[in-house]
């Protein structure tokens, strides 16, 4: 340091108009090192360093965006093996199934440990754990009853309210939680966790509405209104999306050839697809799936705005 700027430091603190750590902070602008500062005893701002702490976690949540939408992809093509077998050469399509069957707990792995990094804070730790605790007894309890699936209601308000991280993880951690108290584990339980993850991230990327009119009762209760619309009609296209996808992958296996909705290895992609879509059609789309659709649509209508607002109280770090 200079003895000019000594002297100014010195002048500045004795009159009393700005602080020491100002004055360090000003003179530490003007240093254009840390390390080639004569004086080592100097203490330099640490601004420069936190801008750069702050820009970490923006990045990397485009980062883990890339990630997620990478490993969704290789997912689908998990899910939809059978149109890809056509592909292969003919000696090599016996080992399809099985690359798809080991793709999706891989890729379970990796997103989950990806995603485990922007939990910043206990808090989110914590509620996560109770948010799965919640979907795994709701789950557990409507187990049984054809098609019914309420654990959807949790998953898409929560997935909406904390945004499609950690929505994901939430179905992800709902379906194997309830899977391990069940004792339901099987082939399908990755299936399951992946479709599920889906469901809930797929409500946090909704589009929102900015509160422009807060003071505004009858804005409130009309954007209300509409949110809830929106999530009932997200429920019900996530509900039959959600029984062709868990169709897809065993279809296959179930129905045994020669009849108008099996699989054939050697058909073209469009045969295959018909098939498949007769066989939801008549196996799940009107069952299963339409009473899936119902319950998430009657339980979003009857406790959803109660539910989110009850957890928009609970605030986190975590956003997508």
Same mark, same amino acid.
């Given at each position: 340091?200079?003895?000019?700027?000594? !002297?100014? =430091?010195?002048?500045?603190?004795?009159?009393?108009?700005?602080?020491?750590?100002?004055?360090?902070?000003?003179?530490?602008?003007?240093?254009?090192?840390?390390?080639? #500062?004569?004086?080592?005893?100097?203490?330099?701002?640490?601004?420069? =360093?936190?801008?750069?702490d702050? #820009?970490?976690?923006?990045?990397s949540?485009r980062w883990?965006k890339?990630?997620?939408?990478?490993?969704?992809?290789?997912?689908?093509?998990?899910?939809?093996?059978?149109?890809?077998?056509?592909?292969?050469?003919?000696?090599?399509?016996? #080992?399809?199934?099985?690359?798809?069957?080991?793709?999706?707990?891989?890729?379970?792995?990796?997103?989950?440990?990806?995603?485990?990094?922007?939990?910043?804070?206990?808090?989110?730790?914590?509620?996560?754990?109770?948010l799965?605790?919640?979907?795994?007894?709701v789950?557990?309890?409507?187990?049984?009853?054809?098609?019914?699936?309420?654990?959807?209601?949790?998953?898409?308000?929560?997935? =909406?309210?904390?945004?499609?991280?950690?929505?994901?993880?939430?179905?992800?951690?709902t379906?194997?939680?309830?899977?391990?108290?069940?004792?339901?584990?099987?082939?399908?339980?990755?299936?399951?966790?992946?479709?599920?993850?889906?469901?809930?991230?797929?409500?946090?990327?909704l589009?929102?509405?900015?509160?422009?009119? =807060?003071?505004?009762?009858?804005?409130?209760?009309?954007?209300?209104?509409?949110?809830?619309?929106?999530?009932?009609?997200?429920g019900?296209?996530?509900?039959?999306?959600?029984?062709?996808?868990?169709?897809?992958?065993?279809?296959?296996?179930?129905?045994?050839?020669?009849?108008?909705?099996?699989?054939?290895?050697?058909?073209?992609?469009?045969?295959?697809?018909?098939?498949? #879509?007769?066989?939801?059609?008549?196996?799940?789309?009107? !069952?299963?799936?339409?009473?899936?659709?119902?319950?998430?649509?009657?339980?979003?209508?009857?406790?959803?705005?109660a539910?989110?607002?009850?957890?928009?109280?609970?605030?986190i770090?975590?956003?997508?």
């Open positions: 340091m200079t003895n000019e700027s000594t !002297t100014t =430091r010195a002048n500045a603190t004795a009159a009393g108009n700005v602080s020491d750590d100002d004055v360090v902070g000003t003179f530490a602008d003007e240093a254009p090192d840390a390390q080639s #500062a004569p004086d080592a005893g100097i203490a330099f701002s640490d601004r420069p =360093r936190e801008r750069a702050q #820009a970490r976690p923006h990045r949540i883990t890339w990630i997620l939408g990478a490993g969704s992809l290789l997912a689908v093509s998990a899910f939809a093996w059978p149109f890809f077998v056509g592909a292969v050469p003919a000696d090599a399509q016996v #080992a399809v199934p099985i690359v798809a069957f080991a793709l999706i707990p891989a890729l379970i792995v990796a997103l989950a440990l990806t995603l485990d990094r922007e939990m910043y804070t206990a808090q989110t730790v914590a509620l996560l754990g109770v799965s605790a919640v979907g795994a007894a789950r557990i309890a409507g187990a049984g009853a054809g098609g019914v699936e309420a654990v959807f209601v949790l998953l898409i308000l929560a997935g =909406r309210v904390y945004g499609a991280r950690f929505g994901f993880l939430l179905g992800l951690l379906i194997a939680v309830s899977s391990a108290l069940w004792g339901g584990f099987g082939p399908w339980t990755p299936f399951q966790m992946f479709a599920c993850g889906w469901v809930a991230a797929g409500a946090g990327l589009p929102r509405w900015q509160n422009a009119a =807060r003071r505004e009762s009858s804005g409130q209760r009309m954007r209300a209104n509409l949110e809830i619309a929106l999530l009932a009609a997200y019900v296209v996530a509900s039959y999306l959600f029984g062709l996808i868990m169709n897809l992958w065993f279809w296959p296996f179930v129905v045994g050839s020669g009849t108008g909705i099996s699989y054939e290895a050697t058909a073209d992609p469009g045969q295959n697809l018909a098939s498949f #879509a007769l066989y939801s059609l008549v196996t799940s789309t009107l !069952t299963w799936d339409t009473v899936r659709a119902i319950t998430t649509v009657v339980g979003i209508a009857s406790v959803g705005p539910v989110l607002a009850a957890l928009r109280r609970t605030k770090s975590l956003r997508s």
